[in-house]
Structure formats: structure tokens, C-alpha cells
């Protein structure tokens, strides 16, 4: 029996079923909503948040509104995965470059004394499937992980409760492990 429950938000991503089996792999029971239902507030039953990656980019906000509302006021920690974190990031100010499409493992330097990191080596190999890249990090949010094509591979909130991965993390085993380390900020 599983002791937590994420609320996962499908934004289109390709990889639904391999993200949920992750959270699931770590102890956690998954509900899953698209992101144009997601629901105002939380009601007590979730204790994390996480957004997937997305077919579309993350410019809309408009659309994403409801679902940046819900993140912002949440009590909970955050995920955003690829997509996922760019919703975040320009919903805060940032902006998004083009870059060459990678597709494929990639290596990227994390700062170790993140919690989010416990599990992993300073350098990780992290699965990408994207051409958008997030030149620097939004107002409120730091980086805390860098590769070659992404000063901000990863960020984290000032209040360190809203984290974002550039990396599809439910692919490869650095991954797994990342998503590890975010578990045990809700568990």
C-alpha cells in the first residue's frame, strides 16, 4: 500500500506511463488530470504535484493559467519535467531559446547539496527529447543544474518548494534516482 499521492499533470507528454510507474516504483499512488482540468486548489488528498513534458510549447498561458494558479498556491512540492518546468519558468518571466534538438542521453552537473541530487553523482546522464532550452532562471528560481545546451538543466524555488528538470527524468537511471531524491521531499 502506497503512503502518498501525486497528483500527476498530463501536459501532452509521450511518456505518461513510464512517469507514473515511476512514482509508483517509489511508494507512491498516482492520480493523473490533463492540464486543462486541473483542479483550483488541492484537496488534501495529494502531497506532490508534477508536471509532465509536453508536445506543445509553453508560451500559451492563457491556457496554462489554472494549472500555474494551482502550482503557485499549493502547499506541496512541485515537479515540473521538461515542459513541464518550461510552463513554470515563463509563467515566472523567463524566456526560452532555440537550440539544437537533442534527443537521447545527455550529461549534465547538479549541485550536490541539494536534497534533490542525494542519490546521483555530480555528473548525470539525463534523457532529453526537446529543442527549447531555458537560457536563464526565472526571478524566484535559481539553477541548480547545468549541460552544455542548458545553463538551467535544473532549478529549484527560493523557498525550495517548486523544482523544475530540463531531462525527461522517467527515462534512464540517474533519472529514477533524481525523482528519488524529490520523493523524499514529500514522503
Known sequence: MASSRVLVVNNGTLSLKQLRKRFEDLGSETDTV????????????????????????????????????LVMQADVPVLGICGGMQIIAVAAGAELAEGPQRVGGHEAHVDKEEALFS?????????????????????????????????????????????????????????????????????
Open 34 to 69: 490533463d492540464a486543462a482540468s486541473v483542479p483550483r486548489k488541492l484537496d488534501g488528498r495529494h502531497q506532490a504535484i508534477v508536471l509532465s513534458g509536453t508536445k506543445v510549447r509553453a508560451f500559451d498561458s492563457d491556457f496554462y493559467r489554472p494549472l500555474i494558479d
Open 119 to 187: 542519490y546521483v553523482k555530480p555528473t548525470v546522464t539525463v534523457f532529453h527529447r526537446h529543442t527549447l532550452y531555458l537560457q536563464a532562471a526565472p526571478k524566484g528560481f535559481r539553477s541548480i543544474g547545468r549541460s552544455e545546451h542548458a545553463p538551467v538543466e535544473f532549478m529549484r524555488s527560493d523557498d525550495g518548494r517548486i523544482f523544475g528538470s530540463q531531462a525527461h527524468l522517467e527515462f534512464r537511471n540517474d533519472g529514477m534516482e533524481i525523482l528519488r531524491g524529490f520523493a523524499e521531499q514529500y514522503q
